[in-house]
């Protein structure tokens, strides 16, 4: 059976989780309110404190569903928890991040500078002049939003130039030598 679709979801203080008709789940908390549909084939209980998810039968279909039903309402919950955030970093002479009302102003060597409205639901922190932080309460539109950023100027192997996550590692080379 599925380890992780097994595990119950701990609902924290101040969290309201509401699973109405065709598993349409509604997650309130302190930073704000997601939902989403979740599929029919799954059973989403409230015990207590405590959601369980349970699949109707052992199909390859029905394994695969199980773990990830669980893993989208924990995510929910979480976010509005806690909310998530993501880490982007700038590297590269002349490389910056402004931050104009809700826009995000990248000067990254092209011969514009490149805008970034934010979207809803999401804002943008810029700490310094090479550090965005992503933050909200879906982590998906966290991870995507980080992804477009990234994708602006994505680091190269040679100088490490470009946008790169906090936490990513780039996996440097070696630029050609010259003939003797």
Do not use: F, W
């Not at 990248?106 to 090479?130: A, I, K, Q, R």
């Amino acid at each position: 059976m599925s380890r992780i679709g097994r595990m119950p979801i701990a609902v924290p203080a101040g969290v309201t989780v509401d699973i109405a008709e065709n598993n349409k789940v509604t997650v309130k908390g302190p930073k704000g309110t997601l939902e989403r549909v979740l599929p029919a084939e799954m059973e989403i209980k409230l015990e207590g404190s405590e959601v369980v998810v349970s699949r109707p039968n052992d199909l390859k279909k029905m394994k695969s569903l199980h773990g990830l039903t669980r893993t989208l309402i924990n995510n929910m919950v979480i976010g509005v928890s806690e909310g998530y955030e993501k880490k982007l970093e700038i590297n590269g002479v002349g490389y910056r991040a402004q931050k104009q009302g809700k826009k995000l102003v990248l000067s990254l060597g092209y011969s514009h500078p490149v805008e970034m409205e934010d979207p809803e639901g999401l804002e943008t922190v810029v700490d310094g002049t090479n550090i965005i932080v992503v933050k909200g309460i879906d982590k998906e539109k966290v991870g995507q939003y980080a992804a477009e950023i990234r994708a602006k100027r994505s680091p190269e192997p040679y100088k490490g130039k470009g946008i790169k996550y906090a936490d990513e590692v780039i996996r440097r080379k070696v630029g050609k030598t010259g003939k003797k």
